[in-house]
């Protein structure tokens, strides 16, 4: 086959262009679906926390983040164990100085992934609902945007040796992840994990018996739509990641949508019949939570799979979704008010390692594909999250995450914002007595 | 148990990168990958262990 005609890159440059424009309907649906599962007392800090976490999440990303993370054969640094090369960090100059500002692919992926950190950011703000100060979400996604995300991603999409697997040690395609399920969702489900252990539960979750109680989302209607609104970012993510990290043809997008949102669908639908088994009615949240983690698991390798692929997939995700909320609050007493480990790193978890069964079969078949995934997965648990841990747990001694008593009572409206989201409406009557 | 936890989790990954350079042959590699993230989960289970711990009982 030939190099593309001008024409036909143009047509792809622009195709991708218009897939990245989707993807702040992610982010969007992302920050609509925190606020509808936190208090009404918190709901304007949520959506205030959103905004910020967006604006530091792009700057640092911009500023350093894209420095260590590069794109393939970009300069990096490699160190050379047993005569092989291991690539392990970009060397790029700051804000993005040296890159060609055109619409080369490089310089798109940088616009994709300024979005993109939005939603690893997002991610743990889902799980530290209503008790996160402002500060400290700011200085935490500096972090995340900055390091954590950019490491991985260079590992995964830029050259790293995580996708050399393939040419250096014979394992299928190397790591396998076209739209983020490992870069934006399990890192920023991991991270979202680190948080919730340092923060811990939200007061009046347990009961000295350790039982958990059950504090409803405020606005079941944000949820929903929340995640309707997220799928149409999610076409976008997915579309983009496999043009420009899966070598998808725009003819390829096709199937990229129709994978997309069978996975979806699929998860949500087991979600609703998974708890309608457990609980008698089904759960709107979970629900939620259920086609949310349906797309996370779409994303690994959605423009390789076979639709009848796509299902499966996505009702396996949506069973570990419905069931993994209840265990990590009932037995593992992870309060996680958005569900977003259970959403971004069980199903993100479960999409790599598919990615490895599914994406390889019939005439794709690349053997040891599995194995690549695994041990792109075993980097996340066994290098991320330790990594993730540590710099929140340093964080949250320079700068306490946590909201004071008093504050977490009066709600984080009022206390850090000085008014809340909802001033005609008196919803709790005992939420400012002090107890 | 948290510190020990996560130490764990490392020691399973190095595991997993030291398979990958020291095993040429895919089973013995995909045997010691697999023992590598079992460790891993060894020591995600102990980090999620001391967080069941209620505070005051904490080292």
């Not at chain 1, 160190?79 to 055109?102: C, S, Y």
């Not at chain 1, 999610?234 to 096709?254: C, D, I, K, T, Y």
Request: charged share 10%.
């Amino acid at each position: 086959m030939g190099q593309p005609s001008p024409w036909v890159s143009e047509i792809t440059t622009a195709l991708c262009l218009v897939s990245i424009l989707l993807v702040p309907l992610a982010v969007v649906g992302l920050a609509v679906l925190t606020n509808g599962l936190g208090k009404s007392r918190s709901a304007a800090h949520a959506m205030l926390a959103s905004m910020c976490v967006i604006a530091v999440a792009a700057l640092v990303y911009i500023a350093v983040g894209f420095s260590w993370e590069g794109f393939a054969g970009c300069a990096a640094h490699v160190i050379t164990v047993g005569g092989k090369p291991w690539d392990w960090m970009a060397r790029q100059p700051f804000f993005l100085r040296g890159l060609e500002l055109n619409g080369s692919p490089a310089l798109l992926s940088v616009v994709l992934q300024m979005f993109a950190v939005g939603i690893t950011a997002m991610i743990p703000l889902n799980a530290a609902a209503d008790r996160w100060r402002l500060g400290p979400i700011c200085a935490s996604t500096a972090v995340l945007a900055g390091w954590t995300y950019p490491l991985f991603a260079h590992w995964a999409w830029g050259g790293g040796w995580l996708s050399q697997l393939g040419t250096i040690y014979g394992l299928g395609s190397g790591f396998l992840d076209t739209g983020g399920a490992s870069t934006i969702h399990v890192v920023g489900g991991l991270t979202a994990l680190s948080m919730v252990w340092i923060l811990g539960p939200r007061e009046g979750k347990y009961s000295p018996e350790g039982m958990p109680v059950g504090i409803p989302g405020h606005n079941l209607v944000n949820v929903v739509f929340g995640c309707l609104l997220a799928w149409a970012g999610w076409l976008g993510l997915n579309s983009a990641g496999a043009m420009l990290f899966g070598g998808a043809p725009p003819s390829g997008l096709v199937l990229v949508e129709i994978n997309t949102t069978l996975c979806a669908a699929a998860s949500a639908l087991v979600a609703v019949v998974v708890t309608r088994l457990r609980f008698g009615r089904p759960d709107a949240s979970i629900a939620g939570n259920g086609w949310v983690g349906g797309l996370v698991a779409s994303s690994a390798a959605t423009a390789m799979l076979r639709p009848a692929a796509a299902i499966l997939i996505g009702l396996i995700a949506g069973v570990l979704v419905a069931l993994s909320v209840e265990w990590l609050e009932l037995w593992l007493r992870v309060d996680d008010p958005g569900g977003a480990v259970s959403a971004h790193a069980v199903a993100g978890l479960w999409g790599l390692f598919a990615a490895g069964v599914f994406a390889g079969m019939g005439s794709r078949a690349a053997p040891g594909q599995w194995l690549a995934q695994l041990v792109g997965i075993a980097t996340l648990v066994g290098f991320v999250l330790p990594l993730t841990y540590g710099l929140n747990w340093v964080l949250n001694r320079i700068l306490p995450y946590r909201v004071e008593s008093d504050g977490e009572r009066q709600g984080m409206d009022l206390h850090e914002l000085g008014a809340g989201a909802y001033p005609e409406f008196m919803i709790h009557s005992d939420d400012f007595i002090q107890r | 148990m948290k510190l020990v936890g996560f130490l764990l989790m490392l020691a399973g990954w190095f595991l997993v990168l030291a398979a990958l350079e020291m095993l040429g042959a895919a089973t013995p590699r995909a045997l010691f990958v697999l023992a590598g993230f079992a460790v891993e989960v060894l020591g995600l289970a102990l980090v999620f262990r001391a967080n069941l711990a209620p505070p005051e009982a904490e080292p």
